[in-house]
């Protein structure tokens, strides 16, 4: 099994220009996510895919846009990229546990992106 | 204040030394706690859970105290590949946009 898997890894953007992440996961998850990590920040959320067909904004999710296009893919789309948007973009995917639990988050390999 | 706080290192230790984590959290309601490790650019990975009774898992050993809203964490015999950071991870409610990440302690185990 793969896990999660995201495409590209690396990425240069000038500011302005659009582009999707994307995510996909082989372990038959209901939730997915989208955190960006900046130094010294922790990860931040983006936005979050509780199940198939549903997305929340999460914490800081201005200047994104997300697609839960199938209970496998979770995209994460920047329309016009800004230098505030390099960091590196994690994808990660969970089962919820009991009670209020999350499960664990099983992250995909990240997303380094760079906007000059 | 942050939501979730850490020990902002680095910390450098000897191999076989032991070193302690700190972690505090401002949500009193928070209700699930977590280790993550992260290795120098690669994705987190859960190291374990932590229970308010203590648990122990080979050389790790996580605390929880509720009553100081504190968590931490204790390497023991420390190798040169526990050499990571390590994220506190707290799950505040029953929402999914409350897990909160803390801002990770790095820790290098020299030889």
């Known amino acids: 099994n793969a896990g999660v898997t995201q495409t590209p890894k690396f990425q240069v953007l000038k500011t302005g220009q659009s582009m999707t992440l994307q995510c996909a996961q082989d372990?038959?998850?209901?939730?997915m996510y989208w955190y960006r990590q900046d130094p010294g920040m922790g990860l931040r959320l983006i936005y979050y895919s509780a199940s198939e067909g549903t997305t929340d904004k999460g914490e800081v999710p201005n200047g994104y846009n997300v697609s839960r296009l199938n209970k496998r893919e979770f995209s994460l789309r920047l329309e016009s990229a800004a230098p505030s948007q390099t960091s590196v973009y994690f994808c990660?995917?969970?089962?919820?546990?009991?009670?209020?639990?999350?499960?664990?988050?099983?992250f995909g390999e990240g997303s380094r992106l760079t906007v000059l | 204040r942050k939501e979730v706080e850490q020990d902002p290192g680095p910390f450098n230790v000897p191999e076989g030394a032991t070193v302690a984590f700190n972690c505090t959290y401002s949500?009193?309601?928070?209700?699930?706690f977590f280790w993550y490790r992260q290795d120098c650019r690669k994705e987190p990975k859960l190291l374990m859970s932590v229970y308010s009774s203590g648990n122990e898992d080979g050389r790790f050993t996580a605390q929880l105290n509720r009553a100081s809203q504190y968590i931490s964490l204790l390497i023991r015999d420390s190798k040169l590949s526990d050499s990571a950071t390590y994220l506190c991870v707290v799950h505040g409610g029953t929402s999914y946009d409350k897990v909160i990440f803390g801002p990770g302690t790095s820790l290098s185990v020299i030889p």
């Open positions: 372990m038959n998850h209901n939730s």
């Open positions: 990660a995917s969970s089962e919820p546990g009991q009670g209020s639990s999350t499960g664990e988050l099983f």
């Open positions: 949500n009193s309601a928070s209700q699930s």
